[in-house]
């Protein structure tokens, strides 16, 4: 039991036993009781009393135990009330209206014989009966009224934790879908870095004859992107193993804006890259996707066609969509340098489109190219 329980327990028996002794004493100066009768209603008084330390426990035992010594000595009286009050606290109606016409009846019996025959005794009983009946209607009434709103408080209480709870659920949802949007993100990075890393170490590879230049630009564009893709993985650890509260700034990601200085960077490495960009500055989100698509068709060309052409358009507008294009000729013969998990690059970026509204088709056309498109909303 909570300590500030005790405190009112202890109080209200104390308040119990002072106002019950005052009851008592003058009763017992008006009906000149004797001594017995003096001794026994101070001990059922103070029992009584004591009794409410445990009436949280077992209220209507308490309060049924209490009700007939009130009936025999007022000293017990203000205990019985409390009890009473107790039991409309803690239980349902019907407990109460039983326990409750418990006493009345006994309160009834006991006055019917101390008034006898008398006509003014019998009205003193009626009186005195209504005030008594009136008054455990008012502790009924009073209890049931503090147990409905403790239940209710108690009920709001609980729902408020749900929904918060709730809350922060959806905020972990949200956070863990923003996570593995970044790991998807990062993803296309590190493959985009990787197949540079590929098509050089191929290049050495195949190409023992070749110039001092040649084999010292491969070896810096090797090394140039081994670091960045070093640094975008740990980026990509970083983002998995942070925790809520972490104020880590993110690096800004790339958009429309950025797809030329991707295709120099790409140029520079040695594809041959021929590139149509008829398109104005999109939406952040939509630039993003657009971005992403181009990566992927480059770091495709690259892992299965390498010494070939690609050619790269891009176009549309506010109202039209954007139009994503790469074609690049099929490899004939051997490819070397290819990279493990391919086609997992073309589901992702099939899922982006679909989930921004729009279409993504990839394949072989009839003649001999591999195509990649892609149509992206943008509204006016």
């Known amino acids: 039991m909570p300590r500030r329980d005790r405190h009112v327990d202890r ?11 005052l009851f008592f004493s003058d009763q017992a100066r008006q009906a000149e009781l004797p001594g017995w009768a003096i001794a026994a209603g101070t001990v059922g008084g103070v029992a009584a009393c004591a009794a409410l330390l445990v009436r949280r426990r077992w209220p209507v035992g308490v309060a049924v135990a209490i009700l007939p010594v009130a009936v025999l000595t007022s000293f017990a009286a203000p205990a019985g009330l409390i009890a009473f009050y107790t039991v409309a606290l803690q239980r349902r109606l019907s407990t109460v209206l039983w326990v409750g016409a418990t006493g009345l009846t006994l309160f009834s019996i006991s006055y019917a014989v101390q008034s006898g025959d008398s006509p003014e005794s019998g009205t003193s009983l009626l009186l005195s009966l209504l005030s008594i009946v009136l008054l455990y209607i008012a ?5 049931m009224y503090v147990r409905a709103r403790r239940e209710l408080l108690a009920s709001l209480r609980e729902r408020a934790e749900r929904a ?88 800004p990601l790339p958009t429309l804006a950025d797809v030329p200085e991707l295709l120099e960077e790409a140029r520079a490495a040695g594809m041959n890259i021929r590139s149509v960009l008829d398109a104005d500055d ?11 698509i181009v990566q992927e068709g480059l770091t495709n060309a690259r892992k299965h066609a390498r010494d070939t052409a690609v050619d790269v358009s891009i176009s549309g507008g506010p109202g039209d969509g954007l139009e994503i294009e790469l074609r690049n000729p099929l490899a004939v013969g051997r490819r070397n340098g290819d990279i493990p998990g391919a086609g997992a690059g073309l589901i992702g970026l099939t899922e982006r489109a679909e989930l921004a509204g729009g279409r993504l088709e990839h394949g072989a056309t009839p003649a001999d190219e591999y195509r990649l498109w892609a149509w992206l909303p943008w509204t006016a």
């Open 139 to 143: 502790l009924a009434a009073s209890g």
């Open 282 to 292: 999109a939406p952040e989100t939509v630039g993003r996707n657009a971005y992403r």
């Open 164 to 251: 918060e709870a709730a809350q922060r659920e959806h905020a972990e949802r949200v956070r863990l879908s923003e996570r593995a949007r970044i790991a998807r993100e990062m993803h296309d990075v590190l493959a985009h870095r990787i197949s540079l890393l590929s098509m050089h170490a191929g290049s050495l590879e195949f190409a023992p004859g070749a110039s001092h230049e040649e084999i010292a630009r491969a070896a810096g564009v090797i090394r140039t992107n081994a670091h960045a893709a070093l640094e975008d993985l740990r980026e990509v650890i970083g983002v998995l193993r942070s925790e809520p509260g972490d104020e880590q700034p993110e690096r």
């Open 11 to 21: 109080a209200l028996a104390v308040l119990a036993l002072l106002v019950g002794l």
